[in-house]
């Protein structure tokens, strides 16, 4: 199998076993942020600024949910005003979309396609895109920013959460560093054996010159950053800072 394919079924998985990444948003949630209250994740614990949405918040805007499945962003955006696409790899994460929305009653096109290639979409087609963690189950990311360059407007937003490669270095209790990096299991048959056994998928360690000067490289401006931790374990515990949040925009 291809480690896109591993990782879909991976996640499918996940959803069955009660997944937090996996679980629908119910119908107070929804209605709530149809009067305005409302807190979406790009990382695991800290709610994104409504000023990073952008004057005039999401009313007629075309947002596009990248890797963002699972019936928690996308139906408080569709809630919002937003013309919804999500894009996703995993079925039971779409299913969830669809789900949610014939439940809540609005529209949202959905998509089954892999990240790692071109987006099945026109250029200049979104006003925002939405990318909460979850390049950390692919190869390359550096690609991906171009397109969301391509496929964004001018003076479109990316919002993106990433990995800043601490995670990859330490053990599973986090006690120890005990691998360097950049942890790459397509190159160490080791790592592979060890994600399997721990059930993770097929994960990837990139720099922040990959994400963050891969977003530069492709054109965006940076406008917005902050730092969160993973919510549970020793280094959240230490208020150790594992992700990133970023606002970028095409100008």
């Not at 949630?29 to 790009?42: H, P, S």
């Not at 965006?220 to 993973?230: A, C, K, M, S, W």
């Not at 800072?241 to 606002?247: D, E, I, N």
Request: glycine share 10%; proline share 6%.
């Amino acid at each position: 199998m291809d480690y896109q394919d591993i990782n879909a079924a991976t996640i499918d998985r996940w959803i069955e076993e009660g997944w937090e990444w996996g679980k629908p948003i119910d119908h107070e949630t929804y209605v709530k942020a149809k009067e305005g209250i409302f807190d979406v994740l790009l990382t695991p614990t800290k709610p994104v600024p409504h000023a990073w949405f952008g004057e005039g918040g999401l009313a007629g805007k075309k947002v596009l949910g990248l890797a963002s499945g699972g019936g928690q962003q996308m139906p408080v955006f569709a809630a919002l005003g937003a013309e919804c696409t999500v894009l996703d790899y995993s079925e039971r994460q779409l299913l969830s979309e669809k789900l949610v929305s014939e439940r809540e009653g609005y529209p949202i096109r959905i998509v089954r396609a892999d990240m790692t290639k071109p987006l099945p979409f026109e250029g200049e087609s979104f006003d925002l895109i939405f990318h909460p963690v979850s390049n950390c189950y692919v190869r390359e990311v550096v690609p991906i920013w171009h397109e969301c360059f391509r496929v964004l407007k001018k003076g479109g937003i990316l919002l993106s959460g990433i990995d800043n490669n601490i995670n990859y270095l330490v053990n599973e209790d986090e006690t120890a560093i005990v691998n360097g990096l950049p942890f790459d299991p397509l190159e160490d048959p080791a790592l592979m054996q060890k994600l399997k056994e721990d059930d993770d998928g097929v994960q990837f360690s990139h720099s922040l010159e990959e994400q963050i000067g891969g977003q530069l490289a492709a054109g965006f401006i940076l406008t917005g950053l902050y730092e969160d931790t993973n919510g549970e374990g020793r280094l959240h515990e230490m208020h150790i800072p594992t992700m990133l949040a970023l606002r970028s925009v095409k100008p």
